[in-house]
Nanobody
Framework: QLVESGGGSVQAGDSLRLSCAAS????????MGWFRQAPGKEREFVAG????????LYADSVKGRSSISRDNAQNTLYLQMNSLKPEDTGVYYC?????????????????WGQGTQVTVSS
């Protein structure tokens, strides 16, 4: 089970830290990803981190403003987002896949959380 938290309504330029708490499986053997979906748009990849943290990938839209990390001892995934923009608005989902590499494709992930809403106002 994956449970996201940390979303909210913020102003442009603010920061947010999203968390994803995992339970029920061995978190450390899963590569994790963050995806988001804006109203009327397709779900898109935001960032991913391999099961030991050695492989990290960001979407160009968030590169330089976001940082993904994981704490395998706490079974928790994080996404620190800075300098938020209105176009960052959407529902953010964490996802897991039991392989070593990050994928930017949503269908490559087997497990998903319920999402947390991020709204950025200009």
């Amino acid at each position: 089970q994956l449970v996201e938290s940390g979303g909210g309504s913020v102003q442009a330029g603010d920061s947010l830290r999203l968390s994803c708490a995992a339970s029920g499986r061995t978190f450390s053997v899963y590569t994790m990803g963050w995806f988001r979906q804006a109203p009327g748009k397709e779900r898109e990849f935001v960032a991913g981190i391999s099961w030991r943290g050695g492989g990290i990938l960001y979407a160009d839209s968030v590169k330089g403003r976001s940082s993904i990390s994981r704490d395998n001892a706490q079974n928790t995934l994080y996404l620190q987002m800075n300098s938020l923009k209105p176009e960052d608005t959407g529902v953010y989902y964490c996802a897991a896949r039991p392989v070593a590499t990050v994928s930017t494709v949503g269908k490559a992930y087997d497990y998903w959380g319920q999402g947390t809403q991020v709204t950025v106002s200009s």
